[in-house]
T-cell receptor, first 117, second 110 residues
Framework: NAGVTQTPKFQVLKTGQSMTLQCAQD?????MSWYRQDPGMGLRLIHY???????DQGEVPNGYNVSRSTTEDFPLRLLSAAPSQTSVYFC????????????????FGNGTRLTVT | TQLLEQSPQFLSIQEGENLTVYCNSS?????LQWYRQEPGEGPVLLVT?????EVKKLKRLTFQFGDARKDSSLHITAAQPGDTGLYLC??????????FGQGTTLQVKP
């Protein structure tokens, strides 16, 4: 059972480059989300989705785009990378109707470590 | 925006000691989750507390939800090196978001 799979594990970009961080889950979870983690700042929500075709902004959405064309996949796009986007990015999912508000756990991937030079 | 404040930010103790970490809010929690994250991995849920005054135990970990649901604590008895990690509290919002505190980094030395 793969759970939440994130690729790549590591990435180095130059300022201004674009790229897509991939996230896939095989648990048929409706709810998916992206977080970034920086030292001393915990996890900050970038974007989230409560189902295919539905996305919404989190706390720090600027500079990132998402789409949700299937239940399984929730890619995160960096349009024009900046050094401030150097971070560890986590994707997480949860079953519908048992979203975090109902106490259901988020299932996290193992993260993508991104460096922008 | 709900703010979650965790304290302390860093804690380094010897094996066998007890410790408590705290999570406080600027307003009333709907419910609260505690996660633990080990290096190189994503966070893993430890517990969810829902009712004011609730106490939950997970082996040597005791989680308490304040009576007024504005604070929560995690107490570890006789800490072990395997308890080392980042402890995060998180609150679900009614819009489906899960907002995290900044975390407490715990190091337990053998």
């Amino acid at each position: 059972n793969a759970g939440v799979t994130q690729t790549p594990k590591f990435q180095v970009l130059k300022t201004g480059q674009s790229m897509t961080l991939q996230c896939a889950q095989d648990m048929n979870h409706e709810y998916m989300s992206w977080y970034r983690q920086d030292p001393g700042m915990g996890l900050r929500l970038i974007h989230y989705s409560v189902g295919a075709g539905i996305t919404d902004q989190g706390e720090v959405p600027n500079g990132y785009n998402v789409s949700r064309s299937t239940t399984e996949d929730f890619p995160l796009r960096l349009l024009s990378a900046a050094p401030s986007q150097t971070s560890v990015y986590f994707c997480a999912s949860s079953p519908q109707g048992a979203a975090p508000i109902y106490g259901s756990p988020l299932h996290f991937g193992n993260g993508t470590r991104l460096t922008v030079t | 925006t709900q703010l979650l404040e965790q304290s302390p930010q860093f804690l380094s103790i010897q094996e066998g000691e007890n410790l408590t970490v705290y999570c406080n809010s600027s307003s009333v929690f709907s419910s609260l989750q505690w996660y633990r994250q080990e290096p190189g991995e994503g966070p893993v849920l430890l517990v969810t507390v829902v009712t004011g005054g609730e106490v939950k135990k997970l082996k040597r970990l005791t989680f308490q939800f304040g009576d007024a649901r504005k604070d929560s604590s995690l107490h570890i008895t006789a800490a072990q090196p395997g308890d080392t990690g980042l402890y995060l509290c998180a609150e679900p919002s009614n819009t489906g978001k899960l907002i995290f505190g900044q975390g407490t980094t715990l190091q337990v030395k053998p």
